[in-house]
């Protein structure tokens, strides 16, 4: 071997033993500017992260942090707030009916209302998911609904509706059944209340409907050769692998239905009439806060909802282990 070929091998060998020592030497060594430019990224990140900070500080945890100070306080908000204690709680449960009255009207309308909105969501969306034709438009008259549902427009229509001589009224006086209206009796101005909210089923249902076009088509194949009826691969195939999006259509519809105001007040004038039978608690919340000026004890019934729904969302992630099966899960 020539005496240039051998200087060539040994400057190559050098020249790569010179690169690997660059490379094990720390990279903040070899460029000092890595570090300034991370601190400039971080700072930029934190600037983009400003306006939500300040929302969220602002708008959101300083307000409720005030308001949890209100709730032991005597507050109408004319005078500076007075400190009591737990007399504002101390009142609600026990010497205030109309809250236990509320909270009463609240428990059944959730408990009964939001079952049936999922099971009308759950059931349209398996009728749409085995029909092609015409799918896209029976999925937005279904979904339209939820859109415009919360408004004071449908909430007036809806009192209309099911008015004395409405088209409820009428429609069931013509085959015998007089009922008088709806809004003006006590016994059915909530059954009025759960069916207004089952109309507004739109978004759970397409919610259901994504979920559905998931599962796949092999299982209900091998079911269904294992002789496996309708019912037995809707109790063994849909629900299993609905479960994660029932659970998530259930919390919503729970916590969304704690929230029922806008219908309520319409629909009573305010008032939570007839009897009371719409004096849902957010409602008596905004009629002791707004109407009666008693901002604290308002603010103690609102920790009180935060609390309960708080609880309730609490058990559902506690006992999700039973019953919402994930895919690749092994329980």
């Known amino acids: 071997m020539s005496t240039t070929a051998t200087r060539v091998i040994v400057t190559g060998e050098k020249a790569s033993r010179r690169s690997l020592f660059r490379k094990s030497r720390p990279e903040h060594e070899d460029r000092p500017g890595i570090r300034r430019r991370a601190v400039r990224e971080t700072l930029a990140g934190y600037g983009f992260l400003i306006p939500w900070l300040l929302g969220f500080f602002g708008l959101t945890l300083i307000p ?14 004319f005078s500076p707030p007075k400190w009591i204690g737990l007399d504002n709680y101390i009142r609600m449960f026990t010497t ?24 009308a969501a759950l059931g349209v969306a398996m009728l749409l998911n085995y029909r092609d034709k015409g799918a896209g438009f029976f999925r937005s008259a279904f979904y339209a609904p939820s859109l415009i549902g919360g408004s004071v427009s449908v909430a007036i229509v809806w009192r209309a509706m099911f008015a004395a001589d409405g088209p409820v009224d009428n429609g069931l006086s013509a085959i015998g059944i007089d009922l008088g209206g709806w809004v003006g009796n006590p016994a059915l101005v909530g059954p009025m209340m759960i069916l207004l909210a089952v109309w507004m089923f739109g978004a759970t249902m397409v919610i259901f409907l994504a979920g559905l076009k998931q599962i796949p088509k092999e299982l209900y194949e091998a079911a269904e050769m294992d002789g496996a009826g309708p019912w037995h691969r809707f109790r063994a195939v849909t629900l299993p692998m609905l479960s994660p999006v029932i659970f998530f259509n259930l919390l919503l519809g729970l916590i969304g239905a704690f929230q029922v105001f806008t219908a309520a007040y319409v629909i009573s004038n305010g008032t939570g009439g007839p009897a009371g039978m719409t004096n849902f608690i957010t409602l008596y919340l905004y009629k002791r806060g707004f109407s009666d000026g008693q901002m604290g004890y308002a603010a103690a019934i609102a920790w009180v909802l935060l609390v309960v729904v708080a609880i309730i969302a609490f058990i559902l992630f506690r006992t999700q282990r039973s019953w919402v099966h994930y895919a690749g899960d092994n329980r």
Request: hydrophobic share 55%.
């Open 96 to 119: 205030d009916p109309a809250f236990i009255q509320s909270a009463q009207i609240t428990l059944v309308y959730v408990l009964v209302g939001t079952p049936i909105m999922l099971a």
């Open 64 to 77: 409720m942090a005030y308001s949890l100070y209100l709730s032991f306080t005597s507050y109408n908000i």
